[in-house]
């Protein structure tokens, strides 16, 4: 027969694995409910981000094909789609449809010329369900071979500037279609679904020994395992939160270094970006010093010959030092070489739970970075590189509003090739076209990385200084002009020499708007321009007089 104080503690332990009953009971519903909730949460997020995306994406594109439209020039935007059916592995088709529903422009040269019936065509059904009904959306999922498309219409309306070769009773020119594939967001979602579903599993077989070793130790490391479990799922679903914020490449960039230092704990990142042929940039990233920046890599670096070999296709997948605190992460979609990610623990190793995330993280990254790579396609002036002037207009207006958050002075310069009509004239286009290309890449080997360089229109372009003031801007100016003023173009035939007017305006000294600060700029290249050419005119209008 049993005592008192035995009988006390077997009803202690009865109640204790009731109460144990019931924790697992809760947490495996909470498991349970919280995996569905995260992927149902996750699958609608990466769909809408694919779709606004691809909105962005059309919209940009849309841009780039107006002005060429405005220009009469149906080679330059036949040519333009083809670039972006064959550069841009997502799209699957870009196409133009006339008023009357016949293709006028496509990424496929075999399609121009045929009509399709929005009420009768497959591919159109998603939209027109019967006649006279009218889409609801402009970008929709449709079943293209049995497989998922996003479908992007934009209308392109018949307005005032199109009348030279439309009538204006037409309403609308025809339509911009984008098709993009869905397959690398569903893969995506199958994966993390899964992972998802693999973590749930795991965190309710942990407690199968919970049981077992309650009574005696253990109970911390299990509660510890589920608690990281939890972390996990979240971290994740805060990553793809993060990268979906932006499309800028650069913003991107730091996004990315901030993830990674943050979910591995690391101490050290360079993230090498694959550009043409074998060049590459690198972004970097060190505890010490507490900042993103540029990084020159020259021969006797040791990241020389690791990025050569990431370039030679000897780094293809995820490698991990044996003393687990070096990984080579290479981001890259299909057979696209996108990005190089060097992760360094300079004190002790890497977490190993922490490590399952990099099959992941490596394939938001990758989504992240091509999306970003179609944008940046779009907002670049296809002859000079750099940025469009709608691209100037947005970039502006963003500064500005920095100045006014943080007070730091903007500066921008206004830039014109003297005389570059004679160019065109003596030498013909194709040579004007090489001078412009060179002007640009010496005004972007002039200028810092943060600073923004623009082809504003002809042969006038602008450079947006953050950070600086008209003393500061005056000497970039004159080491643009000089560069410039120095350099032989058309080396060996033309030996053309070319000289650049510079207008300087500085926020607050001389604008307290984005429209005074251009007008001041362009006043001051105009002052240059009329007082002799081949000079830098700092503007000395004042604010107070606007």
């Known amino acids: 027969m049993k005592n008192s104080g035995e009988t006390r503690l077997d009803w202690l332990y009865s109640l204790k694995k009731k109460i144990l009953l019931g924790i697992f009971g809760i947490l495996t519903l909470s498991i ?89 065509e497959e591919s159109c059904l998603g939209c027109h369900q019967k006649t006279g009904t009218v889409p609801s959306d402009n970008t929709i999922i449709i079943n293209n071979n049995d497989s998922k498309l996003l479908r992007n219409v934009k209308v392109i309306y018949n307005s005032e500037s199109c009348h030279g070769c439309h009538p204006k009773s037409d309403r609308i020119n025809g339509k911009l279609i984008i098709d993009r594939s869905l397959k690398s967001t569903y893969s995506l979602i199958t994966s993390i679904e899964l ?101 020159k890599v ?28 070096l990984i080579y992460l290479p981001i890259k979609k299909t057979d696209i070489d996108l990005a190089l990610i060097i992760i360094r623990k300079t004190e002790g190793i890497f977490a190993p739970m922490r490590l399952g995330l990099l099959k992941i993280m490596s394939s938001h990254i990758s989504v992240a970075f091509e999306n970003a790579m179609l944008y940046h396609i779009a907002i670049t002036d296809e002859l000079t590189n750099l940025f469009t002037q709608r691209h100037f207009r947005t970039s502006i207006d963003r500064h500005f509003l920095d100045y006014e958050k943080y007070g730091e002075k903007l500066t921008l310069l206004m ?65 643009i002009r000089e560069d410039i003023a120095n350099h032989v173009f058309e080396d060996g035939t033309s030996n053309l020499k070319i000289t650049v007017s510079i207008g300087v305006s500085t926020c607050p000294d001389n604008a307290n708007t984005v429209r005074d600060l251009i007008l001041t700029a362009d006043q001051a290249l105009y002052g240059a321009k009329h007082t002799g050419k081949n000079k830098v005119v700092v503007s000395e209008a004042n604010k107070n007089n606007k």
């Open 32 to 120: 349970i409910l919280t995996m569905v909730f995260i992927a149902v949460m996750l699958r609608d997020r990466l769909i809408k981000d694919s779709k606004y995306k691809t909105q962005e994406l059309s919209n940009a594109i849309q841009s780039s094909l107006s002005s060429l439209m405005l220009k009469r020039d149906p080679d330059m935007i036949q040519g333009t789609i083809e670039n972006i059916g064959s550069n841009n592995h997502s799209i699957l088709k870009a196409f133009i449809l006339d008023k009357h529903g016949r293709i006028a422009y496509s990424s496929d040269k075999n399609e121009i010329g045929r009509i399709l019936d929005r009420y009768k």
């Open 195 to 295: 992972m998802i579903f693999i973590s749930g599993i795991v965190c309710i077989i942990f407690l199968i020994p919970f049981f077992s070793r309650v009574l005696t130790k253990g109970v911390n490391q299990y509660i510890d395992e589920i608690v990281h479990q939890n972390i996990e799922l979240k971290l994740l679903y805060v990553m793809i939160e993060r990268l979906s914020k932006t499309i800028d490449m650069e913003e991107l960039k730091i996004i990315v270094i901030e993830i990674i230092k943050e979910s591995l704990d690391a101490d050290e990142v360079d993230v090498i970006f694959h550009k043409d042929t074998r060049e590459y940039r690198v972004t970097a990233w060190s505890r010490d010093k507490g900042s993103v920046s540029r990084k």
């Open 298 to 325: 020259d021969r006797n670096d040791p990241l020389f010959l690791i990025i050569n070999n990431w370039l030679d296709g000897k780094i293809t997948e995820e490698e991990i030092s044996k003393d687990k605190n």
């Open 415 to 479: 830039l014109d090739i003297d005389d570059f009509k004679k160019v065109n004239d003596t030498y013909g286009h194709m040579v004007g076209d090489s001078v412009l290309k060179d002007v640009a890449e010496r005004i972007m080997l002039s200028i810092r990385d943060n600073d923004l360089a623009f082809r504003y229109g002809g042969e006038e372009f602008t450079v947006i200084l953050p950070s600086t003031d008209s003393g500061g801007a005056k000497h970039v100016a004159e080491r």
